[in-house]
């Protein structure tokens, strides 16, 4: 890519780069063997040293985001949200725009539990839960929302902080489709550039850490929420290079030891199965360059993804009762917060699992 997303400018410098993957939402059927084209998509991240802005580099798949099921936790945020978003008296006026996530989830119903109606121009709060990372253009994006609010109006924006993927690893965020990964150093520049001012922000634990910020464009000072969040960011290193290049030793890190510890349990003879073909599995399955042999097969709750292959690999996506009946020494859970609920369902794999990661 040569110029940034956000600000224009070209001073992009790499800090993260995965190679060639394939397409994390593209799961062939299990008939169709792998192809030279399957595993041919760049994937990785680029840092602006003008604006701060983390983003993807390139993106030349097409984009075929499903509509998942809106995980619980996901509903219970949003309910918390607007509960603190209200109380502390940042829902003005009475109508709302929402621009939605291709993940799912609106809060529409709980703005209209409140009295507010959906409108499509001019609305008193605009919406954006997730949204906005998957715009190719982020500045003609954050011009858009900018443009849409009624004068007196707020933009709540929601977001995966970088600081959180950086400081917890998360390195899998990086996904094809998700054209930018947020701190709130780098928003503070990109919305005052289209006439938004942050006034404050909230903080969740969802995915590791998630922040809500509400914006403006009255001439407002930001309060003490965004100083002490903009104070860790600075402290952290949120727009170094050097900083943030720490994803790529923890991708390596993880790759590497999910490798070895599978060939060590298949040279114990021990068979190993997979839980989850989530599209975070996608890139560390191909860069970990694992095949059938050393995992058998990935169960999956979703119907859909049976019978078909996790991508750039040979292995199989099952279903649960499939795995239940191979009756597997090891099982690889892809998804660390599916813990719990799986060990609940699936009593028979007690003693069997392996939380990926960890
Ligand atoms: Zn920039």
């Not at 190719?136 to 109006?153: C, H, M, N, V, Y």
């Not at 970990?288 to 292959?309: C, F, I, Q, T």
């Not at 009762?321 to 892809?334: G, I, K, W, Y």
Request: hydrophobic letters at 45%; a negative charge; charged letters at 25%.
């Amino acid at each position: 890519m040569i110029a940034c997303r956000g600000c224009g400018k070209t001073d992009l410098i790499r800090v993260l780069d995965l190679g060639k993957t394939p397409a994390a939402d593209h799961f062939p059927r299990v008939a169709e063997p792998v192809c030279a084209e399957e595993m041919s998509h760049s994937l990785a991240m680029e840092l602006c040293r003008a604006c701060g802005l983390a983003q993807l580099a390139d993106d030349d798949t097409i984009a075929d985001e499903p509509r998942g099921v809106e995980p619980q936790a996901l509903r219970d945020q949003a309910g918390d949200a607007i509960e603190r978003v209200a109380a502390a008296g940042w829902l003005r006026g009475d109508s709302v725009f929402e621009f939605g996530s291709p993940h799912g989830g609106t809060w529409i119903p709980l703005l209209a539990a409140r009295g507010y109606t959906p409108v499509k121009s001019a609305p008193d709060v605009v919406l954006d839960c997730f949204g906005i990372m998957h715009e190719k253009d982020q500045r003609a994006a954050f011009d858009t929302r900018s443009q849409l609010i009624r004068p007196g109006g707020v933009l709540l924006l929601q977001y995966h902080s970088l600081m959180t993927i950086v400081r917890q690893g998360q390195w899998n965020a990086l996904r094809h489709g998700h054209f930018a990964y947020y701190s709130l150093t780098a928003l503070m520049r990109l919305l005052g550039e289209v006439g938004l001012r942050v006034a404050t922000a909230w903080e969740f634990d969802l995915y590791g850490g998630t922040v809500l910020l509400a914006a403006v464009r009255e001439n407002v000072h930001h309060d003490d929420v965004v100083d002490r969040i903009l104070a860790t960011e600075e402290e952290f290193g949120i727009t170094d290079p050097e900083v943030i290049s720490d994803l790529q030793r923890r991708a390596d890190l993880h790759v590497e030891e999910l490798r070895s510890w599978l060939e060590s349990e298949s040279s114990g003879g021990r068979s190993v199965f997979g839980y989850g073909a989530a599209s975070r599995a996608v890139a560390l399955f191909s860069r970990a360059g694992l095949d059938a042999r050393l995992l058998a097969a990935v169960a999956d709750a979703s119907p859909a993804k049976h019978r078909r292959r996790m991508p750039g690999t040979d292995i199989p996506i099952i279903s649960p009762a499939e795995l239940l009946a191979a009756n597997p020494d090891r099982v690889l859970l892809t998804v660390p917060d599916l813990l719990a609920e799986v060990a609940a369902r699936y009593p028979e794999l007690d003693g069997r699992w392996q939380v990926d990661g960890q």
